[in-house]
């Protein structure tokens, strides 16, 4: 079940993104595949806080993957909008963990996701350590 509240205040991460002309389709809407790629990024910088950075993980060829997702299109966002990812995460299970995202333009949320992903190593699941799952809980 998609969410309109997606933390309590203060425990999101918030990314502003404008919405350049690649990111839209012949209508001059945001295309579909382009919210996906603008919830990645929020979930990439939801990990750089917490100090994982996707090169290093790459060099050890660890790797969060996603396993499912589950999407609502609300509201069309257009080209040169200013649009924020709201990116928080549940607890990290032993090699999962699920995170709900909305995407704004001002106070409305025009997409809500819930995202579950999965710890792999060389494409195969790992579970994740417990220091790792300590610094995935904090902040």
């Given at each position: ?70 999407i609502d299109y609300r509201k069309p966002a257009r080209m040169d909008d200013i ?28 997409v809500a996701a819930e995202v579950l ?23």
């Amino acid at each position: 079940m998609i969410n309109d509240q997606i933390a309590a205040p203060g425990a999101a991460h918030r990314l502003a993104l404008r919405v350049y002309y690649e990111d839209t389709d012949f209508s001059g809407f945001v295309y579909h595949a382009s919210y996906l790629r603008f919830l990645e990024r929020g979930r990439t910088e939801w990990l750089r806080e917490r100090g994982f950075h996707q090169g290093a993980m790459a060099e050890t060829s660890l790797a969060f993957v996603v396993r499912r997702l589950e999407i609502d299109y609300r509201k069309p966002a257009r080209m040169d909008d200013i649009v924020t990812v709201e990116t928080s995460a549940s607890s990290p299970g032993a090699a999962s963990m699920r995170f709900s995202q909305a995407i704004m333009r001002e106070d409305a949320v025009i997409v809500a996701a819930e995202v579950l992903v999965a710890a792999v190593r060389d494409g195969v699941p790992v579970r994740m350590s417990v220091e790792m799952r300590a610094r995935l809980r904090s902040r």
